[in-house]
């Protein structure tokens, strides 16, 4: 059965992924509000996605016999300085909750919870490709420039970007 110490852990992981969906839901209504209707339904999409990572956490935690716990979700921010500065933020966050992971991971190999070693490989893969995704979108405006039309360019192609994940 699972360890206190790891169901803590796994615990802990539920918050960060909770705190993505709630970052990004917030950064999805700033950027409807300011016009960004693409880059808003990627992040709508990018918010579910997150509340779906949580429960699959919610779901390993409880038929292992431990306790998966709603997290309180602390303040996040509304506003936002420009949608290059969403973006940007978006691929520190991932970065973060990369390194979570890791770590994680690290604890039950260390532990020998082969187990939940295993089930965690998934969230390994996930974490790259968001990464990649992140560093995608960044690298979009710099290829179109955000000058004149360059925001709305950006814009329709970050919408594409749940495509490749
Ligand atoms: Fe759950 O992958 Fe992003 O945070």
């Known amino acids: ?52 990572h949580m429960l699959k956490l919610f779901s390993y935690i409880n038929e292992a016999g431990g306790h998966a716990r709603q997290p309180a979700i602390s303040e996040i921010r509304h506003e936002f300085n420009s949608l290059r500065e969403v973006f940007e933020l978006i691929l520190e966050h991932e970065i973060k909750v990369t390194k979570s992971i890791h770590e994680l991971v690290d604890h039950c190999f260390s532990t020998k919870d082969f187990t939940t070693f295993n089930f965690l490989q998934w969230f390994v893969t996930e974490q790259r490709e968001e990464e990649t995704i992140s560093r995608r979108a960044l690298e979009i405006f710099d290829i179109i420039g955000e000058e004149g039309m360059g925001l709305w360019h950006i814009d329709i192609e970050l919408g594409k970007l749940h495509g490749i994940d």
Not at 6 to 30: C, D, H, P, R
């Open 1 to 52: 059965s699972l360890a206190k110490e790891t169901e803590k852990k796994l615990n802990q992981q539920i918050e960060m992924e909770g705190k993505s969906s709630a970052y990004y839901l917030s950064m999805a209504s700033w950027c409807e509000t300011k016009g960004y209707v693409n880059s808003a339904k990627f992040l709508y999409d990018h918010s579910d996605e997150e509340r779906g």
